[in-house]
């Protein structure tokens, strides 16, 4: 009996623990599990807030165009309304209402499809200093409109890099739409290549314009995202220059990443490497570099 008593007794301080341990056990689970719902309605919350800024964006910028073309093309219409040179300009600003339409439709797919994998590059080998010189004149207009001088500093005998030369056109493209944007008048633009030790090459986009926080960079990198306050509405655009032109960096096997502070101007640095192929996989589209 006393044998049996003895067992019955360092039982009990077991079974005391093994109820503590359960107990604890369904408080940690339980804590875990509210964080993970407040997490994901967090998230869910913040997704529903980007795609209502989105689609108010998207709204405005296809609207925009759409009403010049009907507007313009109904003064055409208009029996005797015109003189021919009047009909003329109207139709200058129907073609150039229908190229910004065309431009705001392609981003959203080319955004789509680098979200999807489904974008292919046509790799062949290039000049970088031919691109970038290329891009710089798609943006002159830009440039001249607000007296905006760009210095290029591309260092002699940049090798060949094997790349898609429309894409990467692209990518310095809506950078350098952007340095000009957010630059003021007379603002400078300074554009910069140079060749790395690994065989890489460097390119570097910087402006004198009003700047951005970190936080706001972390957003304006996102796809489908637009950084609020006085850098969201005050010009025109999607709000898919830097992700696509991230993106478009990523899928080279090169990165992209900013330098910036509020005042003091962006910088824009862009790595290429020689051979996508001899990289490893590129980063998630949306991760900042």
Request: charged content about 20%; hydrophobic content about 45%.
């Given at each position: 009996?006393?044998k049996t008593?003895?067992i019955a007794r360092?039982?009990k301080p077991?079974?005391?623990?093994?109820r503590?341990?359960?107990?604890?056990?369904?408080?940690?689970l339980?804590k875990y599990t509210?964080r993970?719902?407040?997490?994901a309605?967090?998230?869910?919350?913040?997704n529903?807030?980007?795609?209502?800024?989105?689609?108010s964006?998207m709204?405005?910028?296809?609207r925009?165009p759409l009403?010049?073309?009907?507007?313009f093309?109904?003064?055409?219409?208009?029996?005797g309304a015109?003189?021919?040179?009047?009909?003329?300009?109207?139709?200058?600003?129907?073609?150039?209402?229908?190229?910004?339409?065309?431009?705001?439709?392609?981003?959203?797919?080319d955004?789509s499809?680098?979200?999807?994998?489904?974008?292919?590059?046509?790799?062949?080998?290039?000049l970088?200093?031919e691109?970038?010189?290329?891009?710089?004149?798609?943006?002159?207009?830009?440039?001249d409109?607000?007296?905006?001088p760009v210095?290029m500093?591309l260092?002699?005998d940049?090798?060949?890099?094997?790349?898609?030369?429309?894409?990467?056109?692209q990518?310095f493209?809506?950078?350098?739409s952007?340095?000009?944007?957010?630059?003021?008048l007379?603002?400078r633009i300074?554009v910069?290549a140079?060749a790395?030790?690994?065989?890489s090459?460097?390119?570097a986009?910087?402006?004198?314009?009003v700047?951005m926080?970190h936080?706001?960079?972390v957003m304006?990198?996102?796809p489908?995202a637009q950084?609020?306050?006085?850098l969201?509405?005050?010009?025109?655009?999607?709000?898919?220059?830097?992700?696509l032109?991230?993106g478009?960096a990523?899928?080279?096997?090169?990165?992209?990443?900013?330098?910036?502070q509020?005042g003091?101007?962006?910088?824009?640095?862009v790595?290429?490497p020689?051979?996508a192929?001899?990289?490893?996989?590129?980063l998630?589209v949306?991760?900042v570099?």
């Amino acid at each position: 009996m006393a044998k049996t008593g003895l067992i019955a007794r360092t039982r009990k301080p077991n079974r005391l623990l093994a109820r503590y341990s359960d107990t604890f056990g369904e408080m940690q689970l339980r804590k875990y599990t509210e964080r993970a719902i407040r997490a994901a309605r967090a998230e869910a919350e913040l997704n529903l807030r980007s795609k209502s800024a989105f689609l108010s964006t998207m709204s405005h910028e296809l609207r925009t165009p759409l009403n010049a073309i009907i507007g313009f093309s109904d003064l055409i219409r208009s029996p005797g309304a015109t003189t021919q040179a009047e009909a003329a300009d109207y139709a200058d600003h129907i073609a150039s209402a229908g190229r910004r339409l065309l431009d705001v439709v392609s981003d959203v797919m080319d955004m789509s499809k680098l979200e999807s994998g489904a974008l292919t590059l046509d790799k062949r080998p290039l000049l970088i200093s031919e691109v970038l010189e290329i891009a710089v004149e798609n943006t002159r207009a830009m440039f001249d409109a607000k007296h905006q001088p760009v210095d290029m500093r591309l260092e002699a005998d940049l090798p060949e890099i094997v790349g898609d030369t429309q894409r990467l056109r692209q990518l310095f493209t809506n950078l350098l739409s952007n340095a000009s944007k957010f630059t003021p008048l007379k603002g400078r633009i300074l554009v910069m290549a140079k060749a790395v030790k690994d065989g890489s090459i460097t390119i570097a986009i910087a402006d004198t314009g009003v700047g951005m926080t970190h936080e706001q960079i972390v957003m304006a990198m996102k796809p489908f995202a637009q950084v609020q306050g006085h850098l969201a509405r005050t010009q025109e655009g999607t709000g898919l220059g830097l992700p696509l032109a991230m993106g478009i960096a990523q899928l080279h096997g090169g990165s992209l990443y900013l330098d910036s502070q509020p005042g003091a101007g962006t910088t824009a640095v862009v790595t290429l490497p020689r051979d996508a192929a001899s990289l490893s996989t590129p980063l998630p589209v949306g991760k900042v570099a």
